[in-house]
């Protein structure tokens, strides 16, 4: 299934901001790789906000030197502008997508072929303008719990968030499977969220648990989820 592994497992981390940094430094150090979903748009310093819950004033990095900090990893869309699907008629989600995906593309001089819902919301006609516009893949926010394969790709639900109460139990579980049938792990989050929380070492315990197997193979979301670069 990938490089002949029945188990795989995958991380999704959204927004670009300065968290990013001390994360990819994690996953390289415990061997994982990850899909970072990137707003071309407002992919600046300037774009700043407060995150709700701790006040922590968060910060979006300058492009420049970022293909050099996500070497190694997968680069998707999360909307030129991270508009809300929702909110935006055709015309404007399409420009929201194609967009993002040509600046990333030209960035980062590699394909980018996935998305992450901005906010988590879609419908049908966001779904729609994905796949018009070369979008193979999208990550929704409704985490399942559950390490079937899934065949709605563009509506493609996580196994958890980091913070999920169920993930470490969840973990344990993927561990032992003894099933014949391919099990994905995907975890998904914010890499601010470790800063606000000050639970750094939450992640932490993940990459330990997870890492070092001979029998997963740990891939980005394209590689595990269109099998590219993965056989």
């Not at 899909?35 to 492009?63: D, W, Y």
């Not at 980062?108 to 979008?135: M, N, R, T, W």
């Not at 000050?198 to 740990?218: P, T």
């Amino acid at each position: 299934m990938w490089d002949g592994k029945k188990r795989a497992v995958t991380f999704s981390y959204d927004d670009g901001v300065e968290q990013d940094r001390h994360l990819v430094d994690l996953f390289n150090a415990y061997g994982m790789k990850a899909t970072f979903n990137l707003n071309s748009g407002i992919q600046t310093r300037a774009f700043s906000f407060v995150e709700g819950k701790s006040g922590i004033v968060v910060r979006r990095m300058n492009q420049q030197g970022l293909r050099e900090l996500y070497r190694g990893h997968e680069i998707a869309s999360h909307g030129l502008t991270h508009a809300n699907p929702l909110e935006c008629d055709e015309e404007t989600l399409f420009n929201e997508v194609l967009a993002d995906k040509r600046n990333l593309e030209q960035l980062f001089e590699q394909e980018v072929v996935g998305y992450a819902y901005p906010y988590g919301c879609y419908h049908d006609l966001a779904v729609k303008v994905l796949s018009d516009c070369g979008i193979r893949y999208a990550r929704t926010v409704e985490s399942v719990a559950e390490f079937g394969l899934q065949k709605d790709l563009l509506r493609f639900k996580p196994c958890y968030h980091h913070n999920d109460d169920r993930i470490f139990e969840g973990i344990e579980q993927f561990l032992s499977l003894e099933t014949k049938e391919p099990a994905l792990l995907y975890i998904w989050g914010h890499s601010y969220e470790f800063e606000a929380d000050q639970n750094w070492d939450r992640m932490e315990k993940i990459l330990k648990q997870l890492a070092g197997r001979s029998d997963i193979f740990y891939g980005s979301n394209a590689q595990v989820l269109l099998h590219e670069n993965a056989e």
